[in-house]
């Protein structure tokens, strides 16, 4: 999506080949559910045709803030620092 505007099944389509070429798995994922999430967060607009856009990666990592992975690895090195 940082390379322009897509449509809903452009979308669709390309987070399905993502997760294809890097799982090598085929799912239908469930696009519609991901993009309102994205919606709510301000990670994700769409325009008056309905053409979807992104923020910058940069910018949504801010938005959403600290992941879980990155708290269960921040858990893990606390832990490590009473074991020694």
């Known amino acids: 999506m940082e ?3 897509v449509t809903r099944q452009d979308l669709d389509r390309a987070c399905e080949d993502l997760l ?3 799982f090598g798995v085929s799912c239908n994922f469930d696009v519609d559910d991901a993009v309102k999430t994205l919606e709510k967060l ?5 325009d008056s045709i ?3 856009q992104c923020v910058g990666l940069k910018r949504a990592n801010e938005i959403i803030g600290t992941t879980t992975e990155e708290l269960v690895v921040k858990v893990r090195e606390g832990a490590n620092e009473y074991v020694k």
């Open 3 to 5: 390379q322009g505007k």
């Open 20 to 22: 294809k070429d890097e």
């Open 42 to 46: 301000g990670i994700v607009t769409r």
């Open 50 to 52: 309905g053409r979807y």
